[in-house]
């Protein structure tokens, strides 16, 4: 990733299927996830926050003309400015956190089940990315993403 991109929006969803709330700022705890998020987990395997670029939702409603509200693509982190996709494998600051990107983050079935149908189609490569938290810290709207 050039330069650097900030956190657009933050969301939580406290159970599987919940609805998805914003949240100003979020604890990131290394090695278990968000605080008060649905993948929160002490012993957790690589699920700890996903992220999905503010680019992308406006290109798959452009393209598609699917409208996602807000935190309705189910990922914790949405950014701006940040080449998501190339931080598979590399480590990165986000606020005060530190995270390593473990895979690009694919859409599912879940999730068009929760949206409407094509959701899954159009999400396709540009769905996000999936990563481990490594240091705790605060992550809030607004903060840096850069890459370390």
């Known amino acids: 990733m050039n330069g650097s991109g900030t956190v657009n929006a933050i969301h939580l969803a406290r159970e599987s299927a919940a609805e998805t709330e914003a949240v100003d700022t979020v604890e990131a705890i290394a090695g278990s996830g968000l605080r008060g998020d649905r993948h929160f987990d002490p012993d957790s395997s690589g699920d700890d926050i996903t992220f999905i670029e503010a ?13 996602l509200e807000p935190g309705a693509h ?19 600051r986000v606020g005060g956190a530190v995270c390593e990107g473990v895979e690009l983050c694919e859409p599912c079935s879940h999730l068009e089940s929760l949206t409407e149908k094509g959701t899954l189609s159009a999400l396709v490569h540009r ?21 370390l």
């Open 127 to 147: 769905g996000g990315l999936r990563a481990v938290i490594v240091e705790s810290g605060e992550i809030g709207v607004g903060d840096g993403i850069e890459s």
């Open 74 to 92: 189910r990922r914790n982190v949405t950014t701006r400015d940040a080449a998501l996709n190339h931080l598979v494998g590399e480590r990165f």
């Open 55 to 67: 680019e992308a939702v406006e290109a798959v409603e452009q393209e598609s003309g699917i409208s």
